[in-house]
């Protein structure tokens, strides 16, 4: 049985004052125990917010990692070693806005990937379409060759510590949601391409839905067979509407 993973990423949103109040709400939460949470705050509110859920309400993770795992001469960048110091666990790697506004590389991403893992995070790598794509019927094509990007140079063996994210580019931050049924059929073929290296691998790992996930539709896609959680932006900055969205994910 895969453990469902609702994890909300803040991306460039918050002040210490805003972080304190989502802090304080996710606190007040009634969140299911077999439901892993996690919060992926902007950088500069991560010691805060580990601070704040020191008693593990939430995993704690950074939005994004330097390609080099080591401490060095680059600046403006943050390590993977660093964040693993400060205490974070989990770091999204290829988040379609880094791909698409910072020209974010599939090798890009397969560096931030490796890096992570060996500072013993958890890389949650995020995949996904833009409309155009998906109108012209390249959806399994692109997530596809995404997917094969780390498969292909790190191997399968790299998914038993990491959890995929499919985020379709179009629903994000856009109100519009994969229906449960079209975000199932990537989820599947995601699935698939793992089992053809590694039916054992395919069965454990996480694949979490991206986009537009709210209170109102979580539950319908949290029930489709491969879709293992959430990856929640919008909306997981209500604390409230965050809960409700992590009580989905339970039994
Ligand atoms: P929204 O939930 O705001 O659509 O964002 C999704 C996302 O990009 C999470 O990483």
Same mark, same amino acid.
């Given at each position: 049985?895969?453990?469902?993973? +609702? ?10 004052? @805003? ?23 902007s ?8 601070? &704040?859920?020191?008693?593990r ?14 401490q060095?001469?680059?600046t &403006? ?20 806005? *880094? *791909?698409?506004?910072? &020209?974010?590389?599939?090798?890009? +991403? +397969? ?22 794509q998906?109108? @012209? &019927? ?6 596809g ?10 191997? #399968? ?14 629903? #994000? ?17 995601i ?14 790992? *996480?694949?979490?839905?991206?986009? @537009?996930?709210?209170?109102? %539709?979580?539950?319908?896609?949290f ?9 929640v932006?919008g909306?997981?900055? %209500? ?13």
């Amino acid at each position: 049985m895969r453990r469902p993973l +609702v994890a909300g990423n803040w991306k460039m949103h918050g002040t210490r004052a @805003s972080v304190a109040e989502l802090i304080n709400g996710l606190r007040r939460q009634v969140l299911p125990a077999d439901v892993e949470v996690a919060v992926f705050p902007s950088c500069l509110h991560i010691v805060q917010v580990l601070e &704040g859920l020191a008693d593990r309400v939430a995993e704690v993770g950074a939005q994004d990692c330097a390609a080099d795992p080591a401490q060095g001469a680059l600046t &403006g960048e943050v390590a993977a070693s660093q964040l693993q110091d400060a205490g974070c666990t989990l770091v999204l790697v290829g988040h379609s806005e *880094r *791909r698409l506004l910072l &020209g974010e590389t599939d090798a890009d +991403v +397969v560096r931030k990937f490796a890096a992570a893992q060996s500072c013993g995070l958890i890389p949650l790598l995020c995949v996904g379409e833009t409309l155009e794509q998906r109108e @012209s &019927g390249k959806t399994l094509e692109v997530v596809g060759a995404q997917l094969a990007s780390v498969v292909d140079v790190l191997g #399968i063996d790299v998914f038993a510590r990491a959890v995929v994210a499919y985020e379709p580019v179009w629903a #994000i931050g856009s109100g519009l949601t994969a229906s449960p049924e079209q975000a199932q059929q990537v989820h599947a073929a995601i699935r698939a391409q793992l089992a053809a290296h590694s039916a054992e691998v395919a069965c454990t790992v *996480r694949i979490l839905y991206g986009g @537009s996930v709210k209170a109102a %539709n979580a539950a319908e896609l949290f029930g489709m067979p491969d879709i293992d959680g959430g990856l929640v932006g919008g909306a997981s900055l %209500n604390a409230d509407e965050f809960g409700a969205i992590c009580r989905a994910a339970g039994s």
